[in-house]
T-cell receptor, first 113, second 115 residues
């Protein structure tokens, strides 16, 4: 049974560019959440998707947007990249709007230069 | 706004010792609490999940307790091994709108077990 997968593993972008990160949830899971983790910090919640809609959003600007597809996979898009967007981006999946245990993927390391 | 604090920030102990990691949260109206392990540059591995109605959960050498009213949880690791070296993160969620809100994390405890 495959766990949560994310792609790409690493990414280097230039300030002002746009980036798309991808996540496939654990088999059977219908809810996907995205987190940003800066070096030495705990993950910060970006948003959660359920039934292809953004169910909840953390304190992140509109430059951060997402999408969930009918197969429950998800994308995170970040526009107008800033140096401060450099971080590890983590995807987590769970059942039924996050009511059960959260399972995390390996993350995507984004570096903005 | 929920805030999660983990103490100590770092811990280095010799192999074989039993140890306790602490987590506190400011808003006791939580839905559940989850402990994770993170190896350097990697994703998070779920260790234990405690629902708000539970007092503790156990998995192998790990035991997590929850005192919701005082806003505290502890992770007890028995007979520590070098392979336990990692950062341990505590996170809480709140129930709202038919589901659980996104997790609020502490900054973690960086644990080193000396061989």
């Amino acid at each position: 049974d495959a766990g949560v997968t994310q792609s790409p593993t690493h990414l280097i972008k230039t300030r002002g560019q746009q980036v798309t990160l991808r996540c496939s949830p654990k088999s059977g899971h219908d809810t996907v959440s995205w987190y940003q983790q800066a070096l030495g910090q705990g993950p910060q919640f970006i948003f959660q998707y359920y039934e292809e809609e953004e169910r909840q959003r953390g304190n992140f600007p509109d430059r951060f947007s997402g999408h969930q597809f009918p197969n429950y996979s998800s994308e995170l898009n970040v526009n107008a990249l800033l140096l401060g967007d450099s971080a590890l981006y983590l995807c987590a999946s769970s059942l039924n709007q996050g009511l059960y245990e959260q399972y995390f993927g390996p993350g995507t390391r984004l570096t903005v230069t | 706004k929920q805030e999660v604090t983990q103490i100590p920030a770092a811990l280095s102990v010799p192999e074989g010792e039993n140890l306790v990691l602490n987590c506190s949260f400011t808003d006791s109206a939580i839905y559940n609490l989850q402990w994770f392990r993170q190896d350097p540059g990697k994703g998070l591995t779920s260790l234990l999940l405690i629902q708000s109605s539970q007092r503790e959960q156990t998995s192998g050498r790990l035991n997590a307790s929850l005192d919701k009213s005082s806003g505290r949880s502890t992770l007890y690791i028995a007979a520590s091994q070098p392979g336990d070296s990692a950062t341990y993160l505590c996170a809480v969620s709140r129930y709202s709108g038919g589901g659980a809100d996104g997790l609020t994390f502490g900054k973690g405890t960086h644990l080193i077990i000396q061989p």
